[in-house]
């Protein structure tokens, strides 16, 4: 078999299991892909001996007849995820050199199934961002390039995206708080799916906004997504926030059958200025799923135009506790500090030089927002239209509503430095879609679904009801199916 | 019912240079819970274990890590709730306090501000006898106590031990009923008898494991009165905080002196700044902790790492069954059943350990007078000489059961029963054996004292004739027939034939 690294979850899995093909073939496959691919800056450490190791190891488990599905599969990590041993920066300055002495629950998880890691993988800083611009080790490259320029694979988890799209690896694990899963699939032209809100446990995830945050699959396609789901998530007694509930077998709820399945489109996702091959994009996803048997509602969200302004209260004030953490006292970067210097110098120089200028803006508008005499006009505020958000899905859901449909973002990839000079609120604009997902602690997945005027990848979002990602996965299958997206980005890299 | 009737007492009053004044008071008591493993990471709590060697990944806020609530921790807070006959929240949350020290690896202390596990409740503040104070309880919340920072190890660093980061404290908050020094360290010292009564804190005040913020106020006589009519603060003065005080004797001290430095000022035409003060018992002074400048702002918010706290009242019920009789109601009861002074019902129950000794000798020896004598002035006294705990004494409540029953029989004196109990202290054994074995058993015979007294006054005719002109000398004869029968004779019996062969 040639071009190994470009196979599916399901397409190695399946080889791997009728013996066409080792893990460790899998694994060289791939590394040598990301040898060739430095330009896309999606991996920041490559773990090649290590991905042998565990390749051989799940070859010798295959052999053995104890394969799970991911078995002596090749996957990138993203870095905010915690691999013992391994550098976990949270693409950060400020945690520079720190290798954790643990292993994420969702990791443990992974490799526990035989998953191969190929290395850690190019994010935002803290997972703070729209672009993959504000890591330390750079920006990642979207392998999608339609002119001269270099565009955005999106963010924060940009570099799992570009790996992803790029065939740099089968698959990659990703983070999603207000968008980071769904808006770089929707980038680069693959899957993406956030669960619901304690679906996966976040113990060894470097925390960004603790109420917000969720892992989550990104994948080449709707399949392969269920599959990696499904080995992702779970109850974890070391997450209080991570719900005891069973999980079901993602894959088997593929059927792609979603007849009498109510869709509702939410008239608030109408904004203005939206460019028309968005708007085609949705009218036509619409569409598709009506020709499946689905019947399509209109619906409408109303506090949708609140969702933007109070994650930008909820997510930065979370954060601002979140990374005080990052003190320079027991790990990772400490400023030099000047002769007479305190502690409150060290703190300021450490933090000032370790973090970069948009974690410091989060944290700077995180900690105002929680400031005596501020917190009830901003964050207490923000807590109560976030259950006026979430009461606006519950009340469709209760209306019989099975998913809900929306563009994913409000725009194709764009340039990168394009943004540089802009307000940093245009960069928040392209959360705009995903935000409301993640304050009501919903499942929501993204699937590319067309390519735009310019010939860039653009996704629709699938909103379902909590708990219910396999109803979720399988709308996502038939929309999938219908659209016949299967355009690869050309190698230019 | 139990009679627990008390009148409060006057509050202290502090003569200024102008005019009297009165103390308002107001504690906030850091009780260590009493558990193996922190609040929300396995780690030990065991004390004086190496630096930084009973620390989790969690206690050191290593990325990525999460809190999760220890059970026991809670069951813990609920049992110190009830015993301090409060309000049980069944709902209750986790917040955020923001500060940065580098004994707080997280930079924020998870605590419970806006919802406290427990709500209001009261303790009853013994004075003296019949004269209590009784201290109404605000709330009580669960949080995490902060690690040690040492600053006089090395000039130039400073070293952080993170063993006690993360382990669990319970924060008791009275309301500002206290008024006066001695009140305030009589109230730390109920509060720690009856979380050692509950067993959630073991009042281990020298290693910080019970500690105090004090919130110390003055105002003039009768401003309190209106204060406790409308509850409006605004009647009572600008209170300043003594932070972590751990010795009762410094903490009327640091009362004493700061009430004294306020009214100075006061009547100096000055105001006092409210704010947070730390207390030097080398100069006997407090000092300003913080300026205004410097004051945290804590940005207190819900934790989002944790759920809710929601406990179930059946949950609650059973602790409340498990509760064990309380100090209060003790006491009442052994002045009620042994019919014993509430001073010596007081000295018996302040350990529980030392009450329940109490009752097993007034169980077996059937006399609950003699038994409380014989604990509080031999016993203990005993005990204390020898630096021993009653956990540990060497005379069982059977043995000194034993010394009191041969005591009631007539079998031996006091003053041999003394002599009895230094034996068993020692040695050991079955007090009724070794009375009979040492020929220590009392003589009753009034033929054998007969004639010891008639031997007595036949060799002493020139004593006889003095007793008889004065009949106080008698007694000279009572030491003699004492002397000639080894101390074994009934004294009682021997005083009464003396009298009667001396013609007196």
């Avoid at chain 2, 929601?310 to 019920?317: L, N």
């Amino acid at each position: 078999m040639s071009d190994l690294n470009k196979l599916k979850l399901a397409e190695a899995r399946d080889a791997l299991r009728k013996g066409d093909v080792t893990s460790v073939e899998l694994t060289e496959a791939c590394l040598s892909a990301i040898e060739g691919a430095d330009a896309l800056g999606a991996y920041v450490h490559k773990t090649p001996e290590i991905a042998i190791d565990m390749a051989k190891a799940a070859d010798a488990r295959i052999k053995a007849g104890d394969a799970p599905d991911l078995c002596g599969l090749p996957l990138g990590i993203k870095d905010l995820f915690c691999t013992k041993g391994v550098a976990s920066q949270a693409a950060s300055r400020i945690l520079e050199g720190f290798k954790p002495e643990y292993e994420s629950t969702v990791t443990t998880q992974l490799f526990d199934a035989g998953a191969v890691m190929l290395g850690k993988l190019n994010m935002d800083e803290f997972a703070m961002g729209s672009s993959n611009e504000t890591s330390v080790y750079g920006n990642a490259v979207n392998p999608w390039k339609v002119d001269d320029r270099q565009l955005t694979p999106g963010g924060s988890s940009g570099g799992s995206a570009s790996a992803v799209a790029a065939d740099l690896c089968l698959a990659a694990t990703g983070t999603d708080t207000g968008g980071s899963i769904r808006q770089p699939a929707a980038f680069t032209g693959i899957t993406g799916i956030k669960p619901t809100y304690g679906r996966c446990s976040r113990w060894g995830i470097v925390a960004f906004a603790s109420s917000l945050d969720q892992a989550g699959p990104m994948t080449k396609d709707v399949r392969d997504a269920a599959i990696m789901l499904e080995a992702m998530c779970g109850h974890d007694p070391k997450d209080s926030t991570s719900a005891d509930l069973a999980v079901p077998n993602f894959e088997a709820m593929l059927t792609g059958d979603i007849k009498g399945k109510t869709i509702g489109i939410p008239k608030e996702y109408h904004m203005d200025g939206m460019p028309a091959e968005i708007e085609k994009l949705w009218a036509d996803g619409t569409e598709m799923l009506k020709a499946a048997g689905a019947k399509i509602v209109d619906i409408s969200l109303p506090h949708t135009k609140y969702a933007l302004p109070t994650y930008y209260v909820i997510a930065p004030a979370e954060a601002s506790s979140n990374l005080a953490r990052y003190d320079g006292v027991r790990y990772g970067r400490r400023a030099q500090i000047g002769k007479g210097d305190g502690i409150t110098e060290m703190y300021e120089k450490t933090r000032a030089e370790g973090f970069g200028h948009e974690v410091q803006r989060r944290v700077m508008v995180g900690t105002y927002v929680l400031s005596a005499g501020f917190y009830d006009a901003y964050y207490n505020r923000a807590r109560k239209v976030r259950t006026l958000i979430k009461k606006d899905f519950e009340d469709v859901f209760a209306q019989g509503v099975d998913a809900i449909l929306t563009p994913a973002t409000p725009s194709a990839a764009f340039g990168l430095g394009e943004m540089q000079n802009a307000d940093p609120v245009q960069m928040y604009l392209n959360d705009v879609f995903t935000v409301t997902v993640n304050l009501a602690g919903l499942p929501g997945i993204s699937v590319p679904t067309g390519l735009g005027s310019t010939g860039l990848p653009l996704g629709l979002q699938l909103i379902g009801r909590p708990w219910e990602e396999g109803d979720l996965l399988n709308t996502a299958y038939a929309l999938e199916q219908a659209a016949g997206f299967v355009a690869k980005p050309e190698k230019w890299w | 019912m139990l009679d627990l009737s008390f009148e409060s007492p006057k509050p202290k009053v502090i003569a200024g240079a102008k005019h009297d004044w009165e103390l308002v008071i107001g504690m906030e008591v850091h009780a260590q819970i009493a558990t193996k493993a922190k609040l929300f990471s396995g780690a030990s709590t065991q004390f004086g274990a190496e630096p930084n060697s009973n620390v989790a990944f969690v206690d050191a806020a290593m990325p990525g890590m999460l809190p999760v609530i220890n059970e026991f921790c809670v069951e813990q807070a609920v049992r110190t709730g009830l015993g301090l006959k409060a309000q049980i929240n069944l709902f209750s949350a986790f917040d955020r306090k923001n500060y940065f020290y580098p004994d707080l690896p997280q930079g924020y202390q998870i605590s419970q501000l806006y919802h406290p596990i427990v709500g209001e409740g009261e303790v009853i503040v013994d004075m003296e006898p019949g004269i209590a104070r009784l201290v109404r309880i605000e709330r009580i919340h669960i949080e995490q106590d902060a690690g040690k920072s040492i600053h006089d190890m090395d000039p130039a660093m400073s070293f952080v031990d993170l063993n006690r980061t993360g382990v669990a404290l319970m924060e008791i908050v009275s309301r500002p009923d206290i008024r006066g020094p001695e009140e305030a360290a009589a109230y730390v010292g109920k509060l720690r008898q009856i979380l050692r009564y509950l067993g959630t804190c073991d009042g281990n005040m020298q290693n910080g494991n019970l500690r105090a913020d004090v919130n110390v106020s003055v105002c003039r006589p009768g401003a309190y009165e209106k204060y406790q009519e409308t509850q409006d603060f605004s009647h009572l003065g600008t209170r300043c905080e003594i932070k972590n005080m751990n010795s009762m004797r410094f903490i009327q001290a640091a009362i004493d002196v700061e009430a004294r430095r306020q009214i100075a000022i006061l009547e100096s035409g000055g105001s006092v700044d409210q704010e947070t003060r730390l207390y030097d018992p080398d100069k006997n002074e407090t000092r300003s902790m913080r300026s205004k400048e410097e004051a945290h702002d804590y940005r207190y918010f819900p934790d989002p790492d944790l759920l809710p706290l929601e406990i179930e009242q059946e949950w609650v019920d059973g602790i409340a069954a498990s509760l064990p009789e309380l100090p209060d109601e003790k006491k009442a009861r052994f002045v009620k059943d042994f019919g014993l002074s509430e001073y010596d019902a007081s000295v018996l129950t302040a350990e529980v350990q030392n009450a329940s000794y109490f009752e097993a000798v007034a169980g077996a020896a059937g006399d609950g007078k003699l038994a409380a004598n014989w604990v509080i002035n031999e016993l203990f006294g005993r005990l204390k000489k020898d630096d021993r705990d009653i956990t540990d004494s060497p005379v069982s409540p059977e043995q000194l059961a034993g010394i009191i029953k041969l005591i009631k029989a007539g079998d031996i004196s006091g003053k041999i029963a003394k002599d009895v109990f230094e034996i068993v202290y020692t040695e050991g054994g079955d007090p009724a054996q070794i009375v009979e074995a040492k020929g220590l058993k009392q003589v009753t015979d009034t033929g054998a004292i007969e004639k010891a007294v008639d031997d007595v006054i036949a060799a002493n005719p020139a004593q006889v004739e003095k007793a008889q002109q004065n009949p106080k000398l008698a007694g000279w004869f009572v030491g003699q027939v004492m002397k000639a029968t080894g101390g074994k004779a009934n004294p009682a019996a021997v005083n009464q034939i003396v009298m009667a062969k001396l013609g007196l």
